[in-house]
């Protein structure tokens, strides 16, 4: 089973509040993302973050804000949260660093934690 | 950008047949595609993917075929079972690329349900 962790893994709030999503991985990889998946199922690319370097979906509010304390961790900030912040969020992680070719393909892979379900009310 | 077009978005088929997922993709630059499964409340997980240089791709009941030059790939999964019902989703990625967010761009989904 894949090691990607995140907590928690359910997360219900006011409007107006500010939370944060933390994950880990321990598969020793360098690139960790975060997805957004909405009501109807669609994941879409919120960022990127390899070796300090940020890559932002520009759809992507400033009231998100991933956090890296370390090569293990993508934590998601999320200021004055919306209603039409409530998703499914999925952090993952690969091997790969962006932008580079790396003739393993397994190193490609993206896997994924097991999502946090965040309720804006 | 990239943009990944699913179809159908619902599939139903007889336990034993087999079912096709088609993809298409926008950007030519594009160069790895891979599908995801994702049960009910679960993550998405990995079951095959296929690079541009490659045509086709089979893991046991499960195959990736790629035409590069009309930007599109399938999925094919022969003699299904209950346990193949899920939501499937392809993705597209430039594996040179470090613009945008280099995250995958993924299909809208297709529910797959194998009907005993």
């Known amino acids: 089973d894949t090691a990607v962790s995140q907590t928690p893994k359910y997360l219900v709030t006011q409007m107006g509040n500010d939370k944060s999503i933390k994950c880990e991985q321990n598969?020793?990889?360098?690139?960790m993302y975060w997805y957004k998946q909405d009501s109807k199922k669609f994941l879409k690319i919120m960022f990127s973050?390899?070796?300090?370097?940020?890559?932002i979906n520009e759809t992507v509010p400033n009231r998100f804000s991933p956090k890296s304390p370390d090569k293990a961790h993508l934590n998601l900030h999320i200021n004055s949260l919306e209603l039409g912040d409530s998703a499914v969020y999925f952090c993952a992680s690969s091997a790969k660093k962006p932008g580079t070719v790396d003739p393993r393909h397994s190193t490609d892979t993206q896997y994924f934690g097991p999502g946090t379900r965040l309720t804006v009310l | 950008g990239e943009n990944v077009e699913q179809h159908p978005s619902t599939l139903s088929v007889q336990e034993g047949d087999s079912a096709v997922i088609k993809c298409t993709y926008s950007?030519?630059?594009?160069?790895?595609f891979p599908w995801y499964k994702q049960e009910l409340g679960k993550r998405p997980q990995l079951i095959i993917d296929?690079?541009?240089?490659?045509g086709e791709k089979k893991d046991q009941r499960i195959a990736v075929t790629l035409n590069k030059t009309a930007k599109h790939f399938s999925l094919h999964i022969t003699e299904t079972q209950p346990e193949d019902s899920a939501v499937y989703f392809c993705?597209?990625?430039?594996?040179?690329?470090?613009?945008?967010?280099?995250?995958?761009?993924f299909g809208k989904g297709t529910h797959l349900i194998i009907q005993p």
């Open positions: 598969l020793g990889h360098d690139t």
């Open positions: 950007d030519s630059a594009s160069n790895y």
């Open positions: 973050y390899n070796n300090k370097e940020l890559i």
């Open positions: 296929i690079r541009s240089n490659v």
């Open positions: 993705a597209a990625r430039n594996l040179y690329s470090g613009g945008g967010a280099d995250g995958l761009t």
